[in-house]
Antibody
């Protein structure tokens, strides 16, 4: 059974960074793209970027370059996203989503990041 | 960036009613490889989105066949033939033909 288990909710100070993770199981993690999506409260979905672990290639939405850094730990089948220089605009739920048989066919449960002093 | 315009923004339906959601793209979504990367997602209240339809008309495994997708180039439609209570939520179209991937603004389906 394919599962994407994301790390817990985060409360972070403005200006700080946060790293959230997405542990994959039930499929060959390295062979498929992992995407990250942002959803602000009551709003729609925004694509942040994606990583293909087997070739360590990343692609970013220009809007999130310098904000998000995507990495993959092949030894633990875990995709990570670090968000830097956080502001209130970064308060959102962040999802990981895989593309195995089809793009975005499996999703994590989401991580709520709250930026507040 | 490709803009996906979904209509209507909200939809109210009775159980058993058939409904359609439109998704119009600012550019053709036909890729050079011959595929059209237009997917439909459903986000139920308090849940992660789930894939319903991929590549315009392919039903994701486990999704009821009352859902169907059609269209080409810039005009796409999701149809629900006989709405059920569990279908309430927000429906999104999304495209992966052009970078960056983009989503429509969503259509909220309410059950009367």
């Amino acid at each position: 059974e394919v599962k994407l288990q994301q790390s817990g909710d985060e409360l972070v100070r403005p200006g700080a960074s946060v790293k959230i993770s997405c542990k994959a199981s039930g499929y060959t993690f390295t062979s498929y793209s992992m995407h990250w999506v942002k959803q602000r409260p009551g709003q729609g979905l925004e694509w942040i970027g994606a990583i293909i672990p087997i070739i360590d290639t990343t692609e970013y939405n220009q809007k999130f370059k310098g904000k998000a850094t995507l990495t993959a730990d092949k030894s633990s089948n875990t995709a990570n996203m670090e968000l830097s220089r956080l502001t209130s605009e970064d308060s959102a739920v962040y999802y990981c989503a895989s593309g195995i048989a089809a793009l975005f066919d499996y999703w994590g449960q989401g991580v709520m990041v709250t930026v507040s002093s | 960036d490709v803009v996906l315009t979904q209509t209507p923004p909200t939809l109210s339906a009775t159980i058993g009613q058939s409904v359609s959601i439109s998704c119009r793209s600012s550019q053709s979504l036909l890729d050079s490889d011959g595929d059209t990367y237009l997917n439909w997602l459903l986000q139920r209240p308090g849940q992660s989105p789930q894939l319903l339809i991929y590549s315009v008309s392919n039903l994701e495994s486990g999704v009821p066949n009352r859902f169907s997708g059609s269209g080409s180039e810039t005009d796409f439609t999701l149809k629900i033939s006989g709405v059920e209570a569990e279908d309430l939520g927000v429906y999104y179209c999304m495209q992966a033909t052009h970078a960056p991937l983009t989503f429509g603004s969503g259509t909220k389906l309410e059950i009367k």
